[in-house]
Nanobody, 125 residues
Framework: QRHLVESGGGEVQPGGSLRLSCTAS????????ITWFRQAPGKEREGVSC?????????DYADSVKGRFTISRDNAKNTVYLEMNNLKPEDTAIYYC?????????????????WGQGTQVTVSS
């Protein structure tokens, strides 16, 4: 079972930035695609961004975050990052990272994912 820990959440004003980190235990991190999901109160969990396991680092983004969020990974540190810029109040949610063996990666949650515990992001003036 893969153990994932998210960090970096917090409260920022609209237009601000945050960088989330997702760190995994174990020596096989490089084999897994990583997806960031988010869930706002009363809404379904949605895929935000994902990155593939291969060295090419194929990425995908939800339309709502394209041009504002950037995903990257450092396999030497077992960590995936989500750089979030120009944050909007509608970005407020709990952000989860999850790993699976899809290729290149997917924004659709499934039973094959292992999940972290989540980190709260609040965008408010």
């Amino acid at each position: 079972q893969r153990h994932l820990v998210e960090s970096g959440g917090g409260e920022v004003q609209p237009g601000g930035s945050l960088r989330l980190s997702c760190t995994a235990s174990g020596s096989t991190f490089y084999q897994y695609a990583i997806t960031w999901f988010r869930q706002a109160p009363g809404k379904e969990r949605e895929g935000v961004s994902c990155i593939s396991s291969n060295n090419a680092g194929t990425t995908d983004y939800a339309d709502s975050v394209k041009g504002r969020f950037t995903i990257s990974r450092d396999n030497a540190k077992n960590t995936v990052y989500l750089e979030m810029n120009n944050l909007k109040p509608e970005d407020t949610a709990i952000y989860y990272c999850a790993s699976d063996l899809s290729f290149p990666c997917t924004l659709i949650p499934s039973r094959g994912f292992s999940w972290g515990q989540g980190t709260q992001v609040t965008v408010s003036s």
